[in-house]
């Protein structure tokens, strides 16, 4: 098997299983290939460590990243076609102490529609319909692979087909392709940074603007003042629940003034394991325009009947 071979071979099987991550990384003598499902890491192959590196550096190549380079971190992307449909991957590289490669790569399953995935509450999704209305920032957050983007993208097709807008993305990289939306990506060795691109987007006056990843002070501020300036923004930050959103904007150096004027809503999202045969539901816990939902008590809800085990209601309860 040619070392093209090889790679497409991992990345049709990863897309088929609904894989999260690919991981290749040296053991003492062969590369290990792992495939990451949700909370799961599964074993798949090994490998020689020649044809590992040969791996790595193809899939480098392919993502356009420096493959003359190792030591360095690096991040890259690319978008491949599997049985005439494109399917978009991220990449990340660094070597290990003995300067060994290791290469993690991220499916990004285009589930645009949140009708591909499945819902632990369904009547969540119609209630998150009608309360994302007004004008102001809409935070995401969870755990990664949770389906946050799926989320936004659902949200912003959702509030185009109720009346045409203006929907511009900024991504890093872009996830989920829609040929309906202007959509822009980060890249930072040419300066188009989240800030930059922001500032850009503005004056193309957006009804909506999805921002990928809110990663440190300057974005932050950017981000409120689109929402400050009467835009619809959607965004994703990192959070443990969705009280924490509000603590994670002020470690960002975030007045608490500035929040209380632009947030209108905190989605916190989780991929569930239930007793189904989808195995993994999202679960919503919603604070928007007002409305709170429970999530220790939507979560007894769900242990009641049946849904979920006792273990993942005790572990999901996230008391420790």
């Given amino acids: 098997m040619s070392v093209k071979q090889r790679a497409r071979y991992l990345l049709k099987k990863g897309f088929k299983l609904n ?3 690919l991981y290749i990384f040296p053991s003492q003598e062969q590369y290990e ?21 040969k791996l790595i550096l193809y899939l480098k190549y392919l993502a356009g990243m420096d493959v003359s380079e190792k030591r360095k971190t690096q991040v890259g992307s690319a978008s491949i076609s599997i049985k005439e ?46 309360l994302i209305c007004l004008p102001g920032l809409y935070l995401f957050s969870g755990p990664t692979g949770a389906g946050k983007s799926t989320s936004m993208y659902y949200l912003a097709n959702y509030l185009n087909k109720q009346k045409e807008k203006q929907i511009i993305t900024i991504e890093d990289p872009v996830e989920i392709e829609n040929n309906d939306f202007l959509q822009f990506q980060v890249n930072e060795k ?22 990928g990843e809110i990663r440190d002070h300057e974005t932050a501020k950017m981000v409120i003042r689109a929402a400050l300036t009467g835009h619809m923004v959607f965004s994703t930050i990192h959070s443990q629940d969705k009280e924490g959103v509000l603590i994670r904007l002020k470690d960002l150096g975030i007045p608490e ?12 999202q989780e991929l569930i394991p239930v007793l189904r045969k989808s195995k993994y539901e999202v679960m919503y816990d919603l604070s928007i325009n007002g409305v ?12 009641q009947e049946s849904v979920i085990s006792e273990e993942t209601y005790r572990l999901s309860k996230r008391e420790f």
């Fill in 85 to 130: 449909k494109s399917h978009r991957i991220r990449l990340s590289s660094v070597a290990d102490f003995k300067n060994r490669e290791t290469l993690v790569i991220r499916f990004l399953q285009n589930k645009q529609e949140l009708s591909q995935l499945n819902f632990v509450f369904p009547e969540q999704l119609k209630l998150l319909e009608s």
């Fill in 257 to 268: 003034v500035e929040v209380q004027q632009s947030l209108r809503g905190v989605v916190y």
């Fill in 33 to 53: 290939l792992s495939f990451r499902y949700h909370h799961e890491m599964t074993h798949f192959q090994e490998i020689s460590l020649e044809e590992g590196e």
């Fill in 19 to 21: 894989a999260s991550d």
């Fill in 190 to 211: 040419i300066d188009l940074t989240y800030q930059e691109l922001i500032k850009v987007c503005l004056r193309h006056r957006p009804d909506i603007l999805i921002i």
């Fill in 292 to 303: 709170v939902t429970n999530w220790k008590e939507d979560l007894h809800q769900a242990y």
